[in-house]
């Protein structure tokens, strides 16, 4: 049985359709139609951004969004997401009864399809570390990643460092396929905000030296990266430091980079991600279709800014969101059981709001 997936996205320009097999857009028995607006579809997400209204005859308990940025870049009206039955999301400011906090699961940016990547074999490795960063600084996380990285160029010059306005490049694989690690600069330690910058890394069979989530270890065992502070910067250069030229090092923590990189491509991935959450939503699911029209979240905003007033959700009044804080483990039979484990408390917790739909 095959069950139309409607998926709106802030990029429909970007190559999807890589991320899953041959092409085809389909993951297990969902078949996602991409920025072409299904009239009628059994499921509807969008993921950060609607540019327009958009219309479709869906259940409205199956209407899921997924945020895109950490808690400090933008913000979601309420009516913009009480429009839909469930949120996925680790960003702590929403106002959502059904908050599933889970990783937005970015695509990658590497420039390569799901088929190619499940069969390649590891390559060769002749360089030590580089960081791959842009020159972006509109946040207090984008300004203390830079300025860890003038401490870490000044400590260690030999580090190769890429990125727009530092040091352009014109392909993510082919920068990063050379290095055995990778030093991975998130702008949040926000819990559930995992970018594609570890996956990248993962994808190109590095390992990742890591600044980000906070639970970071809720998708790949802790082996598969190297955990740094930057708020501890002499800590956190020397630990880098230490891998420099440690090529014995790279070679045996590499089965878990290995193992880490193939659980993200065949669940941790943004459609495996998804589906996994859409099979409990549609078995949850008890409402007929009916037509929905999505509004984008900038109308509300310049709704808002018309009245001059900004709206406010008590807190009192809003349920507590659905939360599962499952351990990843280190060994791969223990880790199949958690991620199994994972699945069951994700059930279990949308078991327990099915009732409360709108």
Avoid at 104 to 117: C, G, Q, Y
């Amino acid at each position: 049985m095959t069950r139309l997936v409607r998926l709106d996205t802030c990029a429909p320009k970007w190559p999807w359709l890589r991320q899953t097999p041959a092409r085809s857009g389909r993951w297990g028995s969902f078949q996602f139609g991409i920025d072409d607006a299904p009239e009628r579809c059994e499921a509807w997400a969008i993921f950060e951004s609607i540019g327009a209204r958009a219309e479709s005859f869906c259940p409205p308990d199956r209407t899921v969004f997924i945020t895109g940025e950490p808690s400090d870049i933008g913000r979601y009206h309420p009516e913009f997401l009480a429009q839909f039955a469930y949120v996925i999301s680790g960003r702590g400011d929403l106002f959502h009864p059904r908050q599933i906090r889970l990783q937005p699961a970015h695509p990658w940016f590497v420039e390569r399809d799901l088929d190619e990547l499940l069969v390649m074999p590891p390559p060769a490795k002749r360089r030590d570390i580089c960081v791959l960063i842009s020159d972006k600084a509109f946040t207090e996380g984008h300004r203390r990643r830079l300025d860890f990285l003038e401490r870490l160029r000044q400590a260690h010059p030999s580090i190769d460092v890429f990125g727009r306005g530092i040091r352009p490049f014109d392909s993510k694989w082919d920068t990063l396929l050379p290095y055995r690690y990778t030093i991975v600069l998130e702008n949040s330690n926000e819990p559930d905000f995992v970018t594609e910058k570890m996956p990248d890394a993962w994808l190109a069979f590095c390992h990742p030296i890591y600044a980000g989530s906070a639970n970071a270890e809720r998708y790949a065992s802790p082996d598969a990266f190297t955990c740094i502070d930057i708020a501890e910067p002499q800590t956190a250069i020397a630990r880098i430091g230490s891998l420099l030229g440690d090529e014995a090092g790279y070679t045996s923590r590499l089965p878990a980079v290995l193992t880490a990189r193939q659980d993200y491509l065949t669940r941790w991935q943004f459609f495996g991600n998804l589906a996994g959450a859409l099979e409990i939503i549609v078995g949850l699911s008890r409402q007929p279709p009916e037509k929905i029209t999505i509004r984008p979240n900038s109308e509300f905003l310049a709704e808002e800014a018309a009245r001059g007033e900004v709206a406010v959700v008590p807190q009192a009044a809003l349920p507590e969101p659905v939360t599962t804080e499952p351990s990843i483990s280190e060994s791969e039979g223990a880790r199949t059981e958690a991620r199994g484990g994972f699945l069951s408390a994700l059930r279990d917790a949308l078991s327990s709001i099915g009732g409360k739909q709108r």
